[in-house]
């Protein structure tokens, strides 16, 4: 039996199943990369000496000096990671986590080949929420879903 034989309302309830899994599977995501990067970037700030000392001898973020990269990879890493949460100019949200990602592996003069490995990973699925949107159980979707014109 092919896909084009099978009844009417079962095709309906595939499709219909696959848009909840679908939607589950973008918001997981979501909530997974927001735990890496809201946490790292909390971690920043509750130590914040730290932070500016890493900044200074240990992270080289080229073209910024320390203490500027350390203020402005810390707010990326609070805020970006909520708006990916809520779904909310999550393109946006996303490109900016992919970018600072990519600055965080250049900014390292060593890192251990499994750390490199998550940074890819992370990469990876900030490319697929940029391809994919943040999915239905978003702000995107009820925000646009509402300025849609009615046909």
């Given at each position: 039996?092919?896909?084009?034989?099978?009844?009417?309302?079962?095709?309906?309830?595939?499709?219909?199943?696959?848009?909840?899994?679908?939607?589950?599977?973008?918001?997981?995501?979501?909530?997974?990369?927001?735990?890496?990067?809201?946490?790292?970037?909390?971690?920043?700030?509750?130590?914040?000496?730290?932070?500016?000392?890493?900044?200074?001898?240990e992270y080289v973020v080229?073209?910024?000096?320390?203490?500027?990269?350390?203020?402005?990879?810390?707010?990326?890493?609070?805020?970006?990671?909520?708006?990916?949460?809520?779904?909310?100019?999550?393109?946006?949200?996303?490109?900016?986590?992919?970018?600072?990602?990519?600055?965080?592996?250049?900014?390292?003069?060593?890192?251990?080949?499994?750390?490199f490995l998550l940074h890819?990973?992370?990469?990876?699925?900030?490319?697929?929420?940029?391809?994919?949107?943040?999915?239905?159980?978003?702000?995107?979707?009820?925000?646009?879903?509402?300025?849609?014109?009615?046909?």
């Amino acid at each position: 039996m092919t896909y084009l034989n099978l009844p009417v309302p079962f095709i309906g309830q595939l499709t219909q199943a696959r848009s909840v899994l679908e939607s589950l599977t973008l918001l997981s995501v979501r909530f997974y990369l927001f735990s890496v990067f809201f946490f790292a970037g909390f971690n920043k700030l509750k130590d914040w000496d730290s932070t500016l000392f890493l900044f200074e001898y240990e992270y080289v973020v080229p073209f910024l000096r320390h203490d500027i990269a350390a203020y402005l990879g810390t707010a990326a890493e609070i805020v970006l990671p909520v708006l990916l949460l809520i779904g909310l100019l999550t393109p946006v949200a996303a490109i900016g986590l992919f970018i600072f990602n990519i600055v965080a592996v250049i900014s390292l003069a060593e890192m251990p080949p499994a750390a490199f490995l998550l940074h890819v990973i992370w990469g990876g699925l900030l490319f697929s929420v940029v391809i994919w949107g943040s999915g239905k159980v978003s702000a995107d979707n009820f925000v646009f879903k509402a300025n849609k014109p009615v046909q």
